[in-house]
């Protein structure tokens, strides 16, 4: 064979590669190579495309981003019209479309319906032709919409070429592009580092991304299609089912719904749409609705059509996550370290089934960049469990006299002066513990799971120790009495008793804790284990210059700021010595001369009960060396430390060939002396 040869049978192997690997990740969602080794085998086909230009074809997967269009979208007019679908908002109009279809079709039992999500995205039609995709176009009006091919092209989830040796000479299938919420989020964020303007939600970060005109715009976006329909179908029998069609197109290397399947009447379909409901907030796409069609395909020819729609399918249509409400006024609240984060009070209105009355609006440069105003008519939007925000103000509805909302000069809490560091977005109280509202969440996060570990020490109960004056900063947590705690609002003597006793036990700690626990702005657990690591005890940490905390690993010029301005205040370093005057201690952190990094780049996992060592204390004398420690093992794992009745981390450790250390191996890898323990 020829080095030509070579070169053009390796270019056909690489397409067919390119476009197996693209089918099993769009359509099959089973990935067998590494996004690297994908863009690999794409880099290679480019060059040997660039080296052989006379073997380029247009459904190669290099081919996907095409010129930039010159002037407005040619129009395409549908041969078969992309029509909409009636909505059912409840049980009752879902019986109601139920009745109408068992009136027209001629069957005796109950009637069979195909299910899958309603994406909110935009639908666009795909027409192939001989296995090769030669348009793509959007719904428009429904019979006249406008071509998109090049943009089209560039999805990696729309194959050029259909999958199989015998395509059908024509099909035309229907879906929807959307964008996943991680994509819309990176997306966004991009935009803004970018000072461009933001998309309001993924529906219209994907319309607007598939009509660029540049398509390598479309091309660099993170768009998905998915397929719900074929419109056409010649030179293949087409299947007599809805969900034997939607299997066909998957077969023919188009993606289809995970969740399509078939259900029994009006009850099969709301038992699958409280199924959907329940999942909705886990999905990594939104969906605003369910959409049901008639299964059999024969069924839905007698049921036909109105003007607009299909009568033998419909949108049942989830409780919606953006409406309209008016913004009544605009609040400040105070967080842990003093931030001030504006709060929307809202007209009460029905969002996502829950009925909203406030919702964030971040900060005064949000507030400024979506032009609102107190009086506008905004939008509120809500996505499965997160806090309910403004998406923007509906200026076409501004009346005369909205004000714009105006960061206070005091603290609402405290009335304590209120500024904001350069370069930074949020304004703070300067309060600091003589702020009652920065006391309870200071309070609260000293006791959290990951800082000091109070047991018991829930919000109801730090807000009535704050409002009744029994604990004005987190050390005097360690001076109550059974006698105070006892007489609070819901706490017997026994529940007393136990809190108490968390607070006894919590004396003991790590370093690394007591530190995440202080709530230094900037400080979270990962810079406060490198804090402790790097400075093994409190006293040179409080002493530390900016120059010297820089040195630290995850900590720069902002946090070495932060960390010296917190422990310059003297009410701050009271704090800290009634704290250690309670007997709050830590085992020490040894740093042996020249060693502090002897295990640097290794990671260990500790599994078991040890004798001599709590788990925490084993974490710190490794991390001390500047070890990692981690909670499961893999591959990367230099080594299991093994105390009493390890657990299923033995066996996994042994099936993939990484050691395991008993105690006194672990004491001989940290360099501690058989005297000494």
Partial sequence: ?????????????????????????????????????????????????????????????????????????????HEVPMLSLDNAFGEDEMEAFNKRLADRVDVDDTLEFCAEPKLDGLAVSLLYRDGRLVRAATRGDGRKGEDITANARTLKSVPLKLVGASPPSLVEVRGEVYMTLSGFDALNAQQRSNQKKVFANPRNAAAGSLRMQDPSITASRPLVFCAYAIARLEGMDLPVTQYQQMQRVKQLGLPISAHIETVDGVDGCAAYYQKMLQQRAQLPYEIDGLVFKLNPVDQQRQAGFVSRAP???????????????????????????????????????????VTVSNATLHNMDEIERKDIRIGDTVIVRRAGDVIPEIVSAVLSQRQKGAKQAVMPDTCPVCGSEVSRAEGQAAYR?????????????????????????IEGLGEKLIEQMVDLGMVASIADLYHLELEQVSGLERMAEKSATNLLRALDKSRQTTLSRLIYALGIREVGEATAEALARYFADLEPLMKATVEQLVEVDDVGPVVADSIRHFFDQDENREVIDRLLAAGVEWPPIEKPA????????????????????????????LKALGARVSSSVSKKTSAVIAGDKPGSKIDKAQNLGVAVLDEAAFEQLIGVHDDET
């Fill in 311 to 353: 009568r033998w399918a419909i949108a049942w249509k989830f409780p919606a996550q953006e409406v309209q409400t008016r913004l009544l006024d605009v609040e400040f609240q105070v967080g842990r370290t003093g931030a001030l984060t504006p709060v929307a009070r809202l007209d009460p209105v029905l969002v996502g089934g």
């Fill in 594 to 621: 020249g060693d502090s990094e002897r295990l640097a780049g290794k990671t260990y996992v500790i599994s078991g009960t040890l004798e001599n060592y709590t788990r925490d204390e084993a974490s710190a004398r």
């Fill in 1 to 77: 064979m020829t080095p030509l040869d070579q070169a053009k049978q390796r270019i056909n192997t690489l397409r067919n590669e390119i476009d197996q690997h693209n089918y099993r990740y769009y359509v099959l969602d089973d990935p067998q190579i590494t996004d690297q080794h994908y863009d690999q085998l794409m880099r290679e086909l480019q060059a040997l495309e660039a080296e052989y230009p006379q073997w380029v074809s247009a459904d190669s997967p290099t081919q996907r981003v095409g010129a930039i269009v010159e002037g407005p979208f040619a129009t395409v007019e």
């Fill in 429 to 453: 109280c300067n309060g600091g513990l003589v702020c009652a509202a920065q006391r309870k969440e200071a309070i609260r996060h000293f006791a959290s799971r990951k800082a000091m570990d």
